[in-house]
């Protein structure tokens, strides 16, 4: 073999090969997964940006062409572009970013980087990650969907935990525990360090969360009995009734339970100290600037026989997965956001359903939503969540009632289940 033959074997020893960009790729992509690969892998905003930088002087064919390797032979000071950092801080990005796995250094004596000796920094190691990369993300926005759901929840029980307390301290003789359980409701972290936690340590938070509610709704309320609202202004009209029927209509929206009176308990630095918009705030901002929705007085039962079967399987898993026909609030207004969430709802339309309408109201609302996608005298709902938002917008204008929506809904229950008794009757024989 002669030397020429020699340096040529040695010099395809040295070139890495990659596949290129998978169909349909191009460069910006590219780019796109590798940022959030970076985030993922706890790379500073800084060294992010110098990803991006380096990408973006890199010519969009050769990330496409698999006989070149896509690389950068900037150098620091043109990486640097005015950002205001030092040549040692773009070294760390560079091995920071190497560490990872998005780059390789190829550089020639004391860093030098040059085009025609290909040298430089090389993107075929992000090339290769791809698959990797796009599985990670997957992860990593499954993991933010359930942390996301996790700490509503959390936002929840913290409303419900804070007014069973208030109720408890009405009974003639409060349990012994009371203040072991106020106690643990203010050791509890505040809502805007919850993001903060991973993800184990936030199931054991709401999992002890819902632990301390159960535990506290055995002494307000026997099995079966109705949990009321976390605040007066909110308007529930959540009632203790035997009746299977609605027997009247709030006309003017305001609440006649006496446990929606009670005093607070003394929870003192136990609420969070986020921003106003917070769901857990200790009270709803400009509720006294609008005028209250009417609802309709209903209790727990009559909501679970109205919900649809998907419903009440989501109303069933927030109550612990056993089948129960008389559920909590909580049940309830889990399971209906859970339902909205699976059907297309986002989560800001929920917060401003339950800010303009009052939970309850949210509840009611996203109970006729739900029913109207199986409607099948109406026209189909596309978008559940623009849907709600209309009524939220209704609402906004004086044109919303919730209560004629909901005998509406009532009354084609009931036409439903007679519809449904000769059926019954002929199955039986």
């Known amino acids: 073999m002669s030397f020429r033959q020699i340096a040529s074997a040695h010099h395809h020893d040295n070139i890495r090969f990659h596949n290129g ?45 698999p006989s070149q390797e896509p ?16 040549d040692r801080t773009i070294h760390n990005h560079e091995r920071e970013l190497e560490r990872i796995g998005l780059i390789e250094r190829r550089l020639g004596a004391n860093g030098a980087r040059c085009k025609r000796k290909k040298l430089g920094l090389f993107l075929t190691p992000a090339l290769n990650l791809i698959p990797e990369m796009r599985d990670a993300d997957v992860r990593s926005k499954a993991e933010k969907k359930e942390q996301d759901e996790l700490r509503g929840d959390r936002s929840r029980l913290y409303r419900y935990v804070k007014h069973s307390l208030a109720v408890l301290l009405l009974l003639p003789c409060p349990p012994e525990s009371l203040e072991g359980m106020k106690e643990e409701l203010r050791s509890w972290p505040r809502a805007d360090k919850l993001k903060y936690m991973t993800l184990e340590a936030l199931k054991l938070h709401v999992q002890a969360a819902y632990d301390l509610w159960s535990r506290i709704e055995e002494h307000v309320a026997k099995p079966g009995e109705i949990s009321g609202e976390p605040e007066a202004c ?21 609440s006649s339970m006496s446990s929606a009176k009670a005093s607070e308990p003394d929870c003192s630095g136990s609420g969070p100290d986020g921003p106003p918009h917070c769901l857990e705030s200790n009270h709803p901002t400009d509720t006294a600037s609008r005028k209250a929705q009417k609802l309709p007085r209903v209790n727990n039962r009559i909501l679970y026989e109205l919900a649809s079967p998907e419903l009440r399987m989501h109303i069933d898993i927030a109550g612990g997965g056993d089948q129960n026909s008389s559920p909590s609030l909580y049940a309830i207004e889990t399971g209906v956001w859970s339902r909205l969430s699976e059907i297309g709802a986002n989560a800001s339309a929920w917060r401003t359903a339950i800010d303009r309408l009052t939970v309850m109201g949210a509840i009611l609302a996203g109970l006729i939503t739900d029913a109207r996608l199986s409607d099948p005298r109406l026209p189909p709902v596309v978008n559940p969540g623009g849907y709600l938002r209309g009524m939220v917008h209704a609402d906004e204008r004086g044109e919303l009632n919730l209560i004629s929506s909901f005998m509406g809904l009532l009354a084609r229950r009931a036409r439903e289940e007679e519809d449904g008794l000769p059926q019954d009757h002929c199955s039986g024989f």
């Open 71 to 86: 690389f950068c032979y900037a150098r620091q000071e043109t990486l640097i572009a005015g950002r205001g950092v030092t």
């Open 21 to 65: 960009l998978p169909e349909g790729w191009n460069r910006d992509r590219l780019r796109q997964l590798c940022v959030g690969y970076a985030q993922i892998r706890g790379a500073s905003a800084q060294c992010i940006r110098t990803l991006e930088i380096i990408i973006d002087m890199i010519t969009p064919c050769a990330f496409r062409d």
């Open 234 to 254: 909110f308007g529930c009209h959540i009632q203790d009734q035997i009746e299977e029927t609605i027997l009247s209509c709030n006309a003017d929206g305001e």
